[in-house]
Nanobody, 126 residues
Framework: QVQLVESGGGLVQPGGSLRLSCAASGLRLDDYAIGWFRQAPGKEREGVIC??????????IYADSVKGRFTISRDNAKNTVYLQMNSLKPEDTAVYYCAASPRRYGRTAINEYDFWGQGTQVTVSS
């Protein structure tokens, strides 16, 4: 059974940082393109950042709103993907989801992702 589990969310002040983790069981994350998505109350789920399958090039796709602030990385030994979020803003408040796509190259198209985590809440507020 495939399971993705996000962790690391919480309450942080504006300008602060958080690192989210996405740990997998039942599949090898390095065989998949990985995306982080988020959904704020009353808004549609949106792609935040995507990384290609581990054997592909290391090009990363960022949403314009997070460029220069968010980064994605893999720890293949731990079968885990991370989302490092710096310089957080109140508008980053959302539930954050990781997802795995069988495609070689990650994109922010939600329908390309077969496996999803349950989400972790990130709240940026003073």
């Amino acid at each position: 059974q495939v399971q993705l589990v996000e962790s690391g969310g919480g309450l942080v002040q504006p300008g602060g940082s958080l690192r989210l983790s996405c740990a997998a069981s039942g599949l090898r994350l390095d065989d998949y393109a990985i995306g982080w998505f988020r959904q704020a109350p009353g808004k549609e789920r949106e792609g935040v950042i995507c990384i290609n399958e581990a054997d592909a090039d290391d090009k990363t796709i960022y949403a314009d709103s997070v460029k220069g602030r968010f980064t994605i990385s893999r720890d293949n030994a731990k079968n885990t993907v991370y989302l490092q979020m710096n310089s957080l803003k109140p508008e980053d408040t959302a539930v954050y989801y990781c997802a795995a796509s069988p495609r070689r190259y990650g994109r922010t198209a939600i329908n390309e992702y077969d496996f999803w985590g349950q989400g972790t809440q990130v709240t940026v507020s003073s």
